[in-house]
């Protein structure tokens, strides 16, 4: 049993990393309609441009906090310049976009940086010991970045939910003509979706980098998969669905490579299979996933 | 005085199509004002002209401003509000959800907007959970009216409110429209297919032929006119 909760506890940790990026995929759909491929990417590139800023003496936390401020307005700016000519165009466009996005960035981190691996973060930003609880370690780094997850899953359920930004964000989704004749500026909110998506998308990138060091130029590629399964398992459109969906994933992958002595499954080969394994049985069972909602309308 | 809202050779096109060829109407402090014409005729473009939802040359000012090519979003700012034509809702978001948009660019005064809504209203209180693609077309309609109230305009734009409804829904909506003109005096430019009524609830009256004003009048003299009888009023 403890080795049990053991690997249910390994998985939450890895399954929070996929919530992370899941989360920027859900407010980018929920907030623009467009599906991100390129949020993995975009999530090493800011990573990369953390690791400068502490190459030249910026201090980690420090470093950390300006990277998110340079995703949030990176992310509005891309969103204005790049992905606004799509707007209001057939869903494919967008599509086709966000994967020249994932190339083009997957591609400037790779020729800015090199594919060499550096040494990312400087020091480990939570403290490296663990809780012993009836047995079973708790990793004090695993518990922050869950901590921290679930602290930005709440946050952007109580902006969607409650606020007033957060309903003119979806509005803009939804209808954007109805809601500039209500008097919102789309542009801003499409952006805003875009700035906010690439800020989370950077934590996660962070996150990754200080769980499984060392800092590679690929290294959000093989979690990007396991996102998406995340976010479409809990419906694309709900942050608790996207942190749900990517801690299920997490502990499900752990549970399967620890008690699986027959097929010798080796995760590295058979992730991109599982993964839409996994998608294709939640659509096949629940076409709006765990926490979506089925919108009905009248014709 | 100047009128509320002034149009003056308003002209816009759609491609090569040239929608609007030179509009001039206006709209009084407190008055309601129908435009009427057949399909092609350019009386939706002439709202979108004035919501800049299309871009236009000429004049359009509203309350001593000038709008014209200002974005939706500063035409709301300036207090107008459009019902777009068809079904100008949220219809993924809730009844509710649809009115605190509405009011999206107050500061402050939702309680008491919602309350003078609900006056006219009065089944959107029991339904504020309910999403809004699940109600009636009629019930659409006037949510898209309400929340288009929650704005607290200075001149309403309504394109086609009886589109597709029931005759009795479409009298009830247009009971609405003059109770809020009544009493509240708010000024209200109306599109609209159905002449007949259009023209019993308005005090004056445009009708639009391929993008230009052909007729204007009060619409007590409009309805009695042989040639707009003849083409719109059917008798």
Same mark, same amino acid.
């Given at each position: 049993?403890?080795?049990?909760?053991?690997?249910?506890?390994?998985?939450?940790?890895?399954?929070?990393?996929? #919530?992370?990026?899941?989360?920027?995929?859900?407010?980018?759909?929920?907030?623009?309609?467009?599906?991100?491929?390129?949020?993995?990417?975009?999530?090493?590139?800011?990573?990369?441009?953390?690791?400068?800023?502490?190459?030249?003496?910026?201090?980690?936390?420090?470093?950390?906090?300006?990277?998110?401020?340079? #995703?949030? #307005?990176?992310?509005?700016?891309?969103?204005?310049? /790049?992905?606004?000519?799509?707007?209001?165009?057939?869903?494919?466009?967008?599509?086709?976009?966000?994967?020249?996005?994932?190339?083009?960035?997957?591609?400037?981190?790779?020729?800015?940086?090199?594919?060499?691996?550096?040494?990312?973060?400087?020091?480990?930003?939570?403290?490296?010991?663990?809780?012993?609880?009836?047995?079973?370690?708790?990793?004090?780094?695993?518990?922050?970045?869950? #901590?921290?997850?679930? /602290?930005?899953?709440?946050?952007?359920?109580?902006?969607?939910?409650?606020?007033?930004?957060?309903?003119?964000?979806?509005?803009?989704?939804?209808?954007?003509?109805?809601?500039?004749?209500?008097?919102?500026?789309?542009?801003?909110?499409?952006?805003?979706?875009?700035?906010?998506?690439?800020?989370?998308?950077?934590?996660?990138?962070?996150?990754?980098?200080?769980?499984?060091?060392?800092?590679?130029?690929?290294?959000?590629?093989?979690?990007?998969?396991?996102?998406?399964?995340?976010?479409?398992?809990?419906?694309?459109?709900?942050?608790?669905?996207? /942190?749900?969906?990517?801690?299920?994933?997490?502990?499900?992958?752990?549970?399967?490579?620890?008690?699986?002595?027959?097929?010798?499954?080796?995760?590295?080969?058979?992730?991109?299979?599982?993964?839409?394994?996994?998608?294709?049985?939640?659509?096949?069972?629940?076409?709006?996933?765990?926490?979506?909602?089925?919108?009905?309308?009248?014709? | 005085?100047?009128?509320?809202?002034?149009?003056?050779?308003?002209?816009?096109?759609?491609?090569?199509?040239?929608?609007?060829?030179?509009?001039?109407?206006?709209?009084?402090?407190?008055?309601?004002?129908?435009?009427?014409?057949?399909?092609?005729?350019?009386?939706?473009?002439?709202?979108?002209?004035?919501?800049?939802?299309?871009?236009?040359?000429?004049?359009?000012?509203?309350?001593?401003?000038?709008?014209?090519?200002?974005?939706?979003?500063?035409?709301?700012?300036?207090?107008?509000?459009?019902?777009?034509?068809?079904?100008?809702?949220?219809?993924?978001?809730?009844?509710?959800?649809?009115?605190?948009?509405?009011?999206?660019?107050?500061?402050?005064?939702?309680?008491?907007?919602?309350?003078?809504?609900?006056?006219?209203?009065?089944?959107?209180?029991?339904?504020?959970?309910?999403?809004?693609?699940?109600?009636?077309?009629?019930?659409?309609?006037?949510?898209?009216?309400?929340?288009?109230?929650?704005?607290?305009?200075?001149?309403?734009?309504?394109?086609?409110?009886?589109?597709?409804?029931?005759?009795?829904?479409?009298?009830?909506?247009?009971?609405?429209?003059?109770?809020?003109?009544?009493?509240?005096?708010?000024?209200?430019?109306?599109?609209?297919?159905?002449?007949?009524?259009?023209?019993?609830?308005?005090?004056?009256?445009?009708?639009?032929?391929?993008?230009?004003?052909?007729?204007?009048?009060?619409?007590?003299?409009?309805?009695?006119?042989?040639?707009?009888?003849?083409?719109?009023?059917?008798?």
């Amino acid at each position: 049993m403890t080795d049990f909760l053991q690997q249910v506890v390994a998985g939450l940790s890895s399954g929070s990393i996929y #919530a992370l990026l899941a989360l920027g995929i859900v407010i980018i759909y929920r907030s623009t309609g467009v599906v991100n491929f390129a949020q993995g990417e975009m999530a090493t590139f800011t990573t990369f441009i953390a690791w400068t800023l502490v190459d030249h003496g910026v201090g980690y936390w420090g470093a950390f906090g300006l990277t998110i401020l340079i #995703a949030l #307005a990176g992310g509005f700016l891309l969103e204005r310049i /790049v992905v606004r000519p799509v707007e209001g165009k057939p869903v494919i466009n967008g599509v086709i976009l966000t994967i020249g996005l994932f190339i083009l960035f997957g591609g400037l981190s790779n020729w800015i940086w090199k594919a060499e691996v550096r040494s990312f973060p400087p020091s480990r930003p939570f403290p490296t010991s663990a809780w012993n609880l009836g047995g079973v370690a708790v990793s004090k780094q695993d518990a922050g970045i869950l #901590a921290v997850t679930l /602290v930005l899953m709440v946050l952007l359920w109580l902006l969607f939910r409650y606020t007033k930004l957060g309903l003119a964000l979806r509005a803009s989704a939804l209808n954007p003509t109805a809601s500039r004749l209500v008097g919102i500026r789309v542009g801003w909110m499409l952006g805003l979706g875009w700035g906010l998506a690439a800020a989370i998308g950077a934590v996660a990138g962070l996150f990754t980098a200080a769980a499984a060091p060392p800092l590679d130029p690929n290294m959000m590629r093989p979690v990007l998969i396991y996102a998406f399964a995340a976010a479409v398992v809990g419906g694309l459109e709900s942050p608790i669905g996207a /942190v749900v969906g990517g801690l299920v994933i997490g502990v499900v992958l752990n549970l399967i490579s620890t008690y699986d002595t027959h097929l010798h499954l080796d995760l590295d080969r058979v992730r991109l299979p599982l993964a839409l394994a996994l998608i294709l049985i939640v659509l096949l069972a629940r076409p709006t996933g765990l926490f979506g909602r089925q919108v009905v309308r009248r014709v | 005085m100047a009128p509320l809202l002034e149009l003056e050779d308003v002209r816009a096109r759609y491609g090569s199509v040239q929608a609007l060829d030179g509009v001039s109407l206006s709209v009084g402090e407190g008055e309601v004002v129908a435009v009427l014409g057949g399909n092609g005729a350019g009386k939706t473009t002439t709202l979108r002209a004035i919501s800049g939802l299309v871009t236009t040359s000429g004049d359009v000012r509203f309350a001593g401003e000038r709008i014209t090519r200002a974005p939706p979003e500063r035409v709301a700012r300036a207090g107008i509000a459009h019902v777009p034509e068809g079904r100008g809702i949220f219809e993924e978001l809730s009844v509710d959800e649809n009115l605190r948009l509405g009011a999206y660019l107050r500061r402050g005064g939702f309680s008491e907007s919602y309350e003078r809504v609900c006056g006219h209203f009065p089944w959107l209180e029991r339904r504020g959970a309910q999403q809004a693609g699940t109600l009636s077309g009629g019930e659409q309609q006037m949510l898209a009216i309400a929340r288009a109230l929650m704005s607290k305009p200075r001149l309403l734009l309504l394109d086609e409110p009886s589109l597709g409804l029931a005759p009795i829904v479409v009298r009830e909506i247009f009971r609405i429209i003059g109770d809020l003109n009544e009493k509240e005096g708010l000024a209200v430019l109306v599109v609209e297919q159905n002449a007949t009524l259009a023209l019993r609830s308005s005090s004056r009256a445009y009708v639009l032929e391929v993008g230009h004003v052909a007729l204007e009048g009060p619409s007590s003299e409009l309805a009695e006119n042989e040639s707009v009888r003849k083409s719109y009023l059917g008798y």
